[in-house]
């Protein structure tokens, strides 16, 4: 009988990957960032054991540990997204109310763009309001760019 030792995870870090470390891909989906606890396999297919920690996220690059050692780092998979890339703020209101208005995440890019992830009825909805303005792209939707966690930790561009 197989068996797959699981890995206990007992300290999360953020901050620069040490020196000749490579550690091993744990990979999540963008929506797993507030899971309390999750027992999944690594790239590897090293079986990690891990709880969040109250009110917090998980959150690109954290580096998890056990018993001192780097065991893995985090990392979100990319998803297929629809972006908006609003011309004015206007527009830019204009899209945020449709879009809390059918209680989706919003997030927004450096580029100043807004994301929302993919839903077919939601890009038809958008496609005929903003016609040849919407576009679908593959990318990381990571919480720290989610308007919420912007406007809340006010790191938003005035």
Same mark, same amino acid.
């Given at each position: 009988?197989?068996?797959?030792?699981?890995?206990?995870?007992?300290? !999360?870090?953020? =901050?620069?990957?040490?020196? #000749?470390?490579?550690?091993?891909?744990?990979?999540?989906?963008?929506?797993?960032?507030?899971?309390?606890?999750?027992? +999944?396999?690594?790239?590897?297919?090293?079986?990690?054991?891990? +709880?969040? =920690? !109250?009110?917090?996220?998980?959150? *690109?690059?954290?580096?998890? $540990?056990? #018993?001192?050692?780097?065991?893995?780092?985090? =990392?979100?998979?990319?998803?297929?997204?629809?972006?908006?890339?609003?011309? %004015?703020? =206007?527009?830019?209101?204009?899209?945020? $109310?449709?879009? #809390?208005?059918?209680?989706?995440?919003?997030?927004?890019?450096?580029?100043?763009?807004?994301?929302?992830? $993919?839903?077919?009825?939601? $890009?038809?909805?958008?496609?005929?309001?903003?016609? #040849?303005?919407?576009?679908?792209?593959?990318? *990381?939707?990571? @919480? %720290?760019? @989610?308007?919420?966690?912007?406007?809340? %930790?006010?790191?938003?561009?005035?």
């Amino acid at each position: 009988m197989n068996r797959t030792r699981t890995v206990v995870i007992d300290e !999360v870090k953020t =901050g620069e990957t040490p020196d #000749g470390c490579r550690p091993d891909i744990l990979e999540l989906e963008w929506f797993e960032n507030k899971k309390q606890k999750l027992t +999944r396999a690594a790239v590897s297919g090293l079986v990690l054991e891990l +709880r969040l =920690g !109250v009110r917090k996220e998980w959150q *690109q690059g954290d580096l998890l $540990y056990s #018993g001192g050692q780097l065991i893995a780092a985090i =990392g979100f998979k990319p998803c297929l997204t629809i972006c908006f890339p609003a011309k %004015n703020d =206007g527009e830019a209101a204009d899209f945020c $109310y449709f879009i #809390g208005n059918q209680h989706l995440p919003l997030f927004f890019t450096p580029k100043q763009e807004f994301m929302v992830p $993919y839903d077919g009825r939601l $890009y038809e909805q958008l496609s005929s309001r903003y016609t #040849g303005r919407i576009e679908l792209i593959n990318t *990381q939707l990571l @919480s %720290n760019r @989610s308007l919420r966690h912007l406007i809340k %930790n006010k790191t938003h561009e005035i």
